[in-house]
């Protein structure tokens, strides 16, 4: 079985989570980040509480925070039933369980619920999709991307992707993308031909200390020349 997601479904990450698949240092956490799509992740919201300086842009920050928490109620049940199906491609060493990665997300997604109102007031949640995000040039200093490019391979183009990323670079120095599979654990078909593409970009495929997806322990850092 493969997953057949019809659309990009709400599915929050932790600050801990961040930090691992993004090789984020504590000096990393004071700089301007960007998150690209971060949904409704809890990353924002822990990072600023702790002094950092966070914007998160994604389009589904048009909705109030009611209708997100009912998308994350209409969704839930099915990535859930659908990770239990796949359990064979990703590694349980750290979370355990199927219920148990339910409760983390839960837990960084109702932190998220808690904080979007007074978060959107304070412009930290930016209604914006790649690849046109509107921001100055050099705004940030790193940009990330969680969970969507190369993640959703079969659904963006190779043009999509590298406009994306040259869009992260436009509006900040660096640019840190993970992971770097499709949905069902395989290296995205575009990453050969996007290395290629930014290859003055100094681009670094590093290893971190994290792996959920089977194989999926690697970020592709680009930085603008």
Not at 85 to 102: A, C, E, P, R, S
Not at 144 to 157: A, C, G, K, V, W
Not at 211 to 224: C, D, P, T
């Amino acid at each position: 079985m493969v997953f057949k997601y019809k659309e990009v479904v709400p599915w929050g990450r932790n600050l801990d989570e961040y930090r691992r698949m993004f090789d984020l240092s504590d000096q990393d956490l004071k700089l301007r980040i960007l998150g690209c799509g971060d949904g409704p992740a809890s990353f924002n919201s822990e990072c600023n509480s702790s002094g950092g300086s966070v914007i998160s842009a994604d389009p589904i920050y048009g909705l109030s925070r009611e209708e997100i928490n009912n998308r994350i109620d209409d969704t839930y049940e099915e990535v859930i039933s659908q990770t239990r199906d796949n359990q064979d491609k990703f590694v349980w060493d750290t979370i355990g369980t199927v219920d148990k990665l339910g409760q983390i997300r839960m837990e960084a997604m109702q932190r998220f619920l808690e904080d979007f109102d007074q978060g959107k007031t304070c412009g930290r949640y930016i209604e914006a999709s790649l690849p046109d995000l509107p921001f100055s040039n050099n705004q940030f200093d790193i940009s990330l991307s969680s969970h969507f490019l190369f993640l959703y391979t079969d659904n963006l183009d190779l043009n999509f992707h590298i406009s994306a990323i040259s869009e992260m670079l436009r509006v900040s120095s660096e640019a840190r993308i993970f992971p770097l599979l499709d949905f069902n654990a395989n290296t995205s078909h575009h990453l050969r031909a996007i290395l290629s593409h930014f290859e003055d970009h100094d681009p670094e495929l590093r290893k971190v200390n994290y792996e959920f997806q089977k194989g999926g322990n690697k970020v592709l850092i680009l930085k603008r020349p």
